[in-house]
């Protein structure tokens, strides 16, 4: 009688979970990928269906994906890198930047991409300036590249100006708050990018973080908890993309296609959502649904550019959809 052998996995294990995400990354040929003991172990089929999303944003803009000027910057990219190395496995004429705030994480990223074959390029960390002729694992025929930027030096408790409109006088008035950037797009030599993708710190502290007894991906700190969790950091984010586009009314700045981010809570969902239509600049809203098995995710996009600026700048073809 023939045998049936079956393989389970122990998903209670970091270990585990860390071996079957490497797995999963060398199929679609990412060699050698690993990060230290206890970082985050990013979902692969959720992250991979985010790039899909992605993709289909910038498809019904009229983006011709295989072009080599596509521009992504994985915010808090982590010690996996992981949006970077899916974007770059599937589309290896673009160009992702990847940013973080720990030397561990930044290492272990610069590590995988180099690993993984592509052209990490010598850059400032704090001035943003990129060295293009020298790229490890470069040549003339390939155009895969990933810069990782280690952004902690530029952590300083600052004040952010957003601009907000009074409805009931249109008055303008200036919010102040103290928070640390974000995005920092300020920091790429870039004409444009296409899209930011972000899968923010879920809780407001590690002892809020009540891990699920039945998996274990870890997390560091950093990675996993935020002052004022979720909800406060996608709500900077918003603040601070929209910060980006004011500022360019007034001085030369990169023009962004698409944000996105990944939302963990319904609540924070509809608190983005609402966030965004109260701005008069907001040109385009989109939201979709990650499910895998019993976990539900969001996605999150919105945009400030309009079709025939942003045509200007890129000189593609866009069509442009209404909230």
Not at 24 to 44: A, K, R, Y
Not at 73 to 79: I, L, M, P, S
Not at 144 to 173: A, F, G, P, Y
Not at 193 to 211: A, E, G, K, L, R
Request: with cysteine.
């Amino acid at each position: 009688n023939a045998t049936t052998t079956t393989t389970t996995i122990d998903f209670t294990s970091w270990q585990a979970t860390h071996d079957l995400c490497r797995a999963l990354l060398e199929e679609i040929g990412v060699q050698n990928w690993s990060i230290p003991e206890g970082h985050l172990v990013p979902g692969f089929t959720q992250r991979r269906n985010y790039c899909e999303w992605v993709e289909s944003l910038l498809e019904k803009d009229g983006v011709r994906l295989e072009e080599d000027n596509i521009r992504g910057v994985d915010v808090g990219t982590g010690a996996s890198a992981i949006f970077a190395l899916l974007f770059t496995s599937r589309h290896p004429k673009w160009d992702m930047f990847g940013t973080d705030i720990t030397k561990e994480a930044v290492e272990s990223a610069r590590r995988n991409c180099s690993a993984a074959g592509a052209a990490e390029c010598s850059c400032d960390d704090t001035t943003g300036q990129v060295d293009g002729d020298n790229c490890s694992n470069s040549s003339s025929k390939s155009r895969r590249r990933i810069s990782i930027r280690d952004v902690s030096k530029r952590r300083t408790s600052v004040t952010m100006k957003v601009l907000t409109e009074d409805q009931n006088d249109n008055r303008e008035q200036e919010e102040e708050i103290e928070e640390e950037p974000i995005l920092d797009l300020d920091l790429f030599d870039e004409e444009h990018i296409d899209f930011t993708v972000c899968n923010p710190p879920f809780f407001n502290s590690m002892s809020d973080s009540s891990q699920n007894p039945r998996t274990n991906f870890g997390g560091t700190r950093i990675e996993n908890s935020c002052r004022g969790g979720e909800s406060s950091f996608v709500r900077r984010m918003i603040l601070e993309s929209r910060r980006v586009t004011l500022l360019r009314k007034t001085n030369k700045s990169i023009r962004v296609r698409w944000f996105t981010t990944m939302v963990g809570v319904k609540a924070t969902l509809k608190m983005a959502k609402k966030c965004l239509r109260e701005m008069k600049e907001t040109t385009k809203i989109r939201e979709t649904a990650f499910v895998q098995g019993k976990t539900r995710r969001w996605g999150l996009a919105w945009s400030f550019e309009r079709a025939k600026t942003f045509e200007e700048c890129v000189n593609t073809k866009i069509v442009e959809e209404q909230i």
